[in-house]
């Protein structure tokens, strides 16, 4: 069921029932600026949620030789995630699963990668908060945690097609 259509940057987004976040994969010079900012090691378990396609995972496994682990409630993402994973060659550092982000126990994760709503974002602060190890970073594209929550570090720029973007930066102590 669909519960509403989003026209953004000249392109339709479907909503899923769960309002989550629409289906909006981050740009390939986002992702790569996501990753650095969280400082991402081959030391890492990089989990993605909402991962859609699986490019932050797979990139962290390419560029950082990091564990990827990406999970969505869709499973058509999935299936192309793992399709991506298999292309390029990193299939033994990723996996995907179809799980709810909202659900989905985040303690083996040493960076959490977001691009989710602010709403979804707030509905995980204390998922996060509560499960990560301390020296564990959470990376979110374009959407904060709110205001008791403000990030460590900002990070705005003009992304390689030219939107204004902003990523946000927190790390757990």
């Not at 990089?46 to 499973?75: E, N, S, W």
């Not at 993402?77 to 985040?106: C, S, W, Y």
């Amino acid at each position: 069921m669909i519960r509403a259509i989003v026209l953004l940057s000249s392109a339709v987004l479907l909503l899923l029932p769960q309002n989550r976040a629409p289906y909006y994969p981050t740009p390939e010079d986002v992702v790569d600026r996501m990753l650095a900012l969280a400082k991402v090691t081959s030391q890492d378990t990089v989990l993605d949620l909402g991962c859609g396609d699986g490019r932050i995972p797979i990139r962290a496994a390419q560029k950082y030789g990091a564990r990827g682990v990406g999970v969505d409630i869709d499973p058509k993402r999935i299936e192309e995630a793992k399709a991506n994973a298999r292309k390029a060659g990193v299939e033994p550092l990723v996996e995907f699963r179809l799980e709810d982000a909202m659900t989905t126990d985040v303690s083996g994760a040493t960076v959490v990668a977001l691009y989710l709503l602010s709403s979804s974002n707030a509905t995980l602060k204390p998922i996060l908060t509560r499960q990560l190890k301390p020296g564990s970073r959470i990376v979110s594209h374009a959407f904060s945690m709110g205001p008791d929550w403000p990030a460590d570090e900002i990070d705005r720029f003009v992304s390689a097609r030219g939107d204004e973007t902003t990523l946000y930066l927190w790390r757990i102590r």
